[in-house]
């Protein structure tokens, strides 16, 4: 009997011990894949949300692609200016955003504002909010932004591309081929990241 209960109490001391360590793992594993989120978010992080998700709403544009535009153009930098001139957080041309301004009737308008984030968002996003419309497809929304809907419009007559099975490697710059890689890959993470959180347009 005495051997019988020691047996008893040892295969329960195992099966504590296995429960033990499955529970172990799993907490293992969850720290791990909330870890790698973490530093995920450390690389893809979402600063001026509360703007972006504001005019994202305003204008009908996923936010998570906004703030994919951003991380390409200025790293969040709100102060940058391209070569080219470009400024802010999504590097907006003094001309279009002029623009941006006639044709939305802002007559506040001033080119020191683009050094504003707000100002920057606002207009950024109005500006693929009218790219989705001419264009619809994403590839040729991010190629209008970087080089311009009248090139983009001039690329699809002279290479005749195929719009029902568009692909990167169809954009027939370089330069504009590797940014419009580079946001769809933004885009990509940033959706990972946070698609499942709320946001203003849900």
Do not use: C
Request: hydrophobic share 35%; charged share 30%; aromatic share 12%.
């Amino acid at each position: 009997m005495k051997k019988k209960g020691y047996k008893d109490r040892r295969g329960k001391g195992k099966s504590r011990f296995w429960i033990g360590l499955i529970v172990m793992v799993i907490l293992v594993i969850a720290y791990s894949f909330q870890s790698g989120n973490i530093i995920k978010k450390i690389l893809y992080p979402y600063p001026y949300r509360a703007l972006i998700e504001e005019y994202g709403e305003r204008y009908n544009v996923d936010p998570l692609l906004v703030i994919s535009v951003i991380r390409a153009e200025s790293k969040f930098l709100p102060q940058s200016q391209s070569h080219k001139g470009a400024l802010g957080l999504m590097q907006l041309m003094p001309d279009t955003a002029k623009w941006i301004a006639e044709t939305t009737g802002d007559k506040n308008y001033s080119e020191n504002l683009l050094r504003e984030p707000e100002k920057n968002i606002q207009y950024g996003t109005w500006y693929i909010a009218s790219l989705q419309k001419e264009f619809e497809e994403l590839i040729l929304v991010l190629a209008a932004y970087n080089g311009g809907r009248g090139h983009v419009n001039k690329w699809i007559e002279s290479y005749q591309l195929d719009l029902e099975n568009l692909k990167i490697e169809d954009i027939p710059f370089k330069e504009t081929k590797e940014y419009v890689a580079k946001v769809i890959d933004n885009y990509e993470n940033y959706r990972k990241l946070y698609s499942k959180e709320k946001t203003r347009l849900q």
